[in-house]
Structures are given as structure tokens and as C-alpha cells.
């Protein structure tokens, strides 16, 4: 999206607040920043709300997450801790690297009727490969044959929570993750933002959508929250 389009779509964004009423114009001011966002970070959600604690201490409970999509400039192809390290994707050693060096991106798989999972990628592995050779030991609970996501089924990543003991392929969370199950990468943390999201769907499952629609109303009022542009992330423990 260049510039001229960002400028053009804020343009029109003011003419319609300028043509509505004095009330209205909040809600119009909400949408335009939400409008931005996406336009800016090229995702949908562009704000996520991380529900647990499994990327602490890097992402805590309650953090509003920017992410922006995975092929937007500047930032280059995913990459984890070992390709950060200089390692070629599908390299035959892991090498010596430290932990939460690789991207941290949004990722599900077809069929998961979860939310999607916010983690950090280890490494790139190849379709077949034993991955567990260059993992780190201290994550991965046994041998290739007795991981069920081992060999790779698919090219893809190994991905885990920083808090998390194990990989997310050893521990069962998700299989080797496709690239195309990557929806978007994590840029930067807002401390505790992310929780008028997270209150708005607890108000949802415990009073009905009519409660949670006068309280969604009046935290976007209030605090300038467009909560129709946070999405929320399962992290697992």
C-alpha cells in the first residue's frame, strides 16, 4: 500500500466525519484508526489479545500485540533462531544459538476450531527430516519415533512458547507448521492492552452478546479501543 493510498483513504475518513452528526464522530474516529492499521500492517486482525502466558516473559497475559503480514517490507522471509544464527533452512546442525532469536509469527491449522497460536519459530525443517537431531534436547521429550509429529510430515517450522517446556511438536500442541498456516508476524508488545478484548468475550460467554455489545460501546467511547480490529491468540501452556 503506497502512500498516495494511505493519504487518499484518510481523506475520505475525514469527509465522513465531517458529515456526521457530533455523537457519531467517536465511533468514526475508532473506525479510521482501525482502517489505518490494517492498511499499515497489511493483516486483519491488526491487534492481537494474548489470553496465557506462554510467550512470557517476551508477550505476558493481557499484552496487545501489533502484528503485520508475513511478506510486508521491510521485514524479510520467516525466520527462526537458527537461520537468524546463519544456518541455512534445513541445515545439518543446529549450531550454538540463544532462545527467542526467531521470528514470532500467528499461526493455525485447517480444520482447528481454536484460536489461533501465537509463538516463536525455532527452525525450518524439510518434509521427512528428523528434526529432533538439531533441536534443543532440553525441548523435545524423547526420540523421533516416539514423537508423533516426527519425521516432518510436511516442509515446514518447528515452533514453541518461551515459557513452554517443549516444542510445540513434542509437547502435541500443533504439527510441523505449513507456511501457509502462518496468518501474520508479531512486531512489538503493548503491555496490558490486550484485556478490554479478552473482558469483552468473557462478558459475551457469561451475560449474552447484548451486555457485551453496551460494553464493547462504551470502552471504545472511553478509551479509544476498536475492539472489532483485536483479535485474540490462544498461547498454550
Known sequence: MSRRSIARAVRRLRRVGRSCPRVGRPLVAIVAIAALLVLLAGAW?????????????SVERGDLVVVTAIDRFPWG??????????????????G???????????????????????????FAVEAGEDW??????????GDCAALRHCPAPHDGYVTYGDANAEYDQSAGIAPVVRPEWIHARALTAVPALG???IVLDLAVARFGVGAAVVLAGLVATAGGVASLAVGRV????
Do not use: N
Open 132 to 141: 529432533t537431531r538439531r533441536g534443543d534436547p532440553d525441548r523435545i521429550d
Open 195 to 197: 484485556w478490554p478484548r
Open 77 to 94: 522471509p520467516i525466520a527462526g533462531e537458527r537461520e537468524r544464527a546463519g544456518e541455512p533452512s534445513g541445515g545439518p546442525d543446529a
Open 96 to 122: 550454538r544459538t540463544t532462545a527467542g532469536d526467531g521470528d514470532v509469527v500467528v499461526f493455525s491449522r485447517p480444520g482447528d476450531d481454536g484460536r489461533p497460536i501465537l509463538h516463536r519459530v525455532a
Open 234 to 237: 490462544r498461547d498454550r501452556i
Open 45 to 57: 486482525p491488526p491487534l492481537v489479545a494474548v489470553e496465557s502466558g506462554s510467550m512470557a516473559p
